[in-house]
T-cell receptor
Framework: LAKTTQPISMDSYEGQEVNITCSHN???????ITWYQQFPSQGPRFIIQ???TKVTNEVASLFIPADRKSSTLSLPRVSLSDTAVYYC?????????FGAGTRLTVKP | SAVISQKPSRDICQRGTSLTIQCQVD?????MFWYRQQPGQSLTLIAT?????????ESGFVIDKFPISRPNLTFSTLTVSNMSPEDSSIYLC?????????FGPGTRLTVT
């Protein structure tokens, strides 16, 4: 199983771009990279998923280098409501493991 | 996207009793998962429940303690048996639908 490593916490200010990097050195060929957002007292919410290169949706961008041993979640112009824990997962639908997550705090 | 509801949303239970948590999905899904999230920690997978087969438990979790039912493609239950204070946690139901995973709102369990 691919193990993920993320920073435990990050601080940012409103309007800034936030980049959260996740390391997954043992990623397997069939593994996808998925990011979730979790607010206090709620279940995790899917943000974005990718396999390689770059993926962008209305919420975030995901950058994956050619070796796929890491990935970076990019949140453009964060707001206070983006304060949450962000989890990077590597695996397929049959085998998903959550790491410790990154606690992002957005300050005014 | 799949919409998931759980009952109860929260409960306070006495040590030694059991609680059954229900998970209802608004669409038919093959794979359902049960997670536990202890205070301040990440999610831990308890078991995978596919309709028509026995649940598959992760290391550290056993069927006698966490029996699971999966009677159809839209419903599952997780029972926390013979509870102790260490079982105080949030229990989340999750489903895989069209290659995305969705989570329920969770059940906050406090064991006294």
């Amino acid at each position: 199983l691919a193990k993920t490593t993320q920073p435990i916490s990050m601080d940012s200010y409103e309007g800034q771009e936030v980049n959260i990097t996740c390391s997954h050195n043992n990623i397997a060929t069939n593994d996808y990279i998925t990011w979730y957002q979790q607010f206090p007292s709620q279940g995790p919410r899917f943000i974005i998923q990718g396999y390689k290169t770059k993926v962008t949706n209305e919420v975030a961008s995901l950058f994956i280098p050619a070796d796929r041993k890491s990935s970076t979640l990019s949140l453009p112009r964060v707001s206070l409501s983006d304060t949450a824990v962000y989890y990077c997962l590597v695996g397929d639908s049959d085998d998903m493991r959550f790491g410790a997550g990154t606690r992002l705090t957005v300050k005014p | 996207s799949a919409v998931i509801s759980q009952k109860p949303s929260r409960d306070i239970c006495q040590r030694g009793t059991s609680l059954t948590i229900q998970c209802q999905v608004d669409s038919q899904v093959t794979m359902m998962f049960w997670y536990r999230q202890q205070p301040g920690q990440s999610l831990t997978l308890i078991a995978t429940a596919n309709q028509g087969s026995e649940a598959t438990y992760e290391s550290g979790f056993v069927i006698d303690k966490f029996p699971i039912s999966r009677p159809n493609l839209t419903f599952s239950t997780l029972t926390v048996s013979n509870m102790s204070p260490e079982d105080s946690s949030i229990y989340l139901c999750s489903v895989e639908d069209r290659n995305e995973q969705y989570f329920g709102p969770g059940t906050r369990l406090t064991v006294t």
